[in-house]
């Protein structure tokens, strides 16, 4: 069974950073889709960023230029580099990932298309 736990959460002032790990275990898709979503107080999970095997990367506005996601194919674990972060950066954050059908392309950002989820890991930030 697929595994995924994240890592690296924790507190920061404003205009911190924080790099979250998300270890992947009996994942061994060829073509996939690797993604964080997060999930604000009293808000809904909403899509961060993804990652797909073939290269593509994909970022959610509020976030652009200020987190890189990455992976260490050989160490099974996605990243999300956040930078300069805000109070509203404030959620948990998750992991996902799934099969992809393609080569190349760009990954879904909609939270259902994902079977594999982590349990996820707590960011706050505050001013």
């Known amino acids: 069974q697929v595994q995924l736990v994240e890592s690296g959460g924790g507190s920061v002032q404003t205009g911190g950073s924080l790099k979250l790990s998300c270890a992947a275990s009996?994942?061994?898709?060829?073509?996939?889709?690797l993604a964080w979503f997060r999930q604000g107080p009293g808000k809904e999970r909403e899509w961060v960023a993804s990652?797909?095997?073939?290269?593509?990367?994909s970022y959610t506005g509020s976030v652009k230029g200020r987190f890189t996601i990455s992976e260490d194919h050989a160490k099974n674990t996605l990243y999300l580099q956040m930078n300069s972060l805000e109070p509203e950066d404030t959620a948990a954050y998750y992991c996902?990932?799934?099969?992809?059908?393609?080569?190349?392309?760009?990954?879904?950002?909609?939270?259902?298309?994902?079977?594999?989820w982590g349990q996820g890991t707590q960011v706050v930030v505050s001013s």
């Open positions: 009996r994942f061994t898709y060829t073509h996939y889709c």
């Open positions: 990652l797909h095997s073939g290269g593509s990367t």
């Open positions: 996902a990932a799934d099969r992809s059908q393609v080569v190349f392309g760009d990954c879904p950002s909609w939270s259902s298309w994902y079977a594999y």
